[in-house]
């Protein structure tokens, strides 16, 4: 038997990872994490409460992926950096469905008997920031950045579902359907639809 890897949290989250890359979450199982590892199931317990922490734990580094992918971007004007950062959105789902999946078992901001996941909405708060620049600049005639997020998150989110879907035949399709929802959203959001 070779050497095996010192049992950390970090490796435990890794593994993880990779075996809710390669079979989703629904197969993921503290026991077979521990067969996986060459260790008994209650041996982790000292790295994870349980198996709820443990995908917490997961999804929060692709949470940090995710803003470190934002944080890269780097357009000065406010209405470009809100383009860069849907497309960044869109290729971090495509990146990893199964993880992406995860992340949004974890809100951004509070619902009804759910705290926010802090993870999320660092993530959140580093896109509506563009908005709320874009509006402060004039570029946006919308007055609520919450709102004007809110919209952007739930139309570029849609789009990384179809692509997920597999309805854009192939890359090409897929960045013209990106950059009409994107497009869409921002001229209603530059001329408000008349009240």
Do not use: C
């Not at 708060?125 to 950045?145: F, K, N, R, W």
């Not at 919450?146 to 192939?170: N, Q, R």
């Amino acid at each position: 038997m070779g050497m095996r890897a010192p049992l950390t949290r970090e490796l435990l989250i890794e593994t993880a990872r990779q075996q809710l890359e390669s079979e989703g979450v629904g197969q993921l199982s503290l026991r077979g994490l521990a067969r996986q590892l060459g260790v008994t199931a209650p041996a982790l317990y000292a790295y994870v409460k349980d198996k709820d922490d443990l995908l917490e734990a997961v999804a929060t580094e692709h949470f940090e992926q995710l803003v470190q992918r934002f944080d890269a971007i780097d357009q000065a004007d406010p209405l470009e950096r809100i383009r860069a950062l849907s497309r960044a959105y869109v290729l971090h789902a495509l990146s990893s469905p199964a993880l992406f999946h995860l992340m949004f078992r974890y809100p951004p901001t509070p619902v009804p008997g759910v705290d926010a996941f802090p993870a999320a909405t660092r993530a959140f708060d580093a896109a509506s920031a563009a908005t709320s620049e874009a509006i402060a600049a004039g570029q946006l005639a919308v007055t609520d950045p919450g709102v004007a997020s809110m919209t952007m998150w739930a139309a570029i989110h849609g789009v990384a579902e179809v692509l997920l879907l597999g309805f854009a035949a192939d890359e090409e399709a897929s960045v013209e359907l990106m950059n009409s929802v994107i497009n869409t959203v921002l001229a209603g959001q530059v001329h408000p639809l008349a009240q």
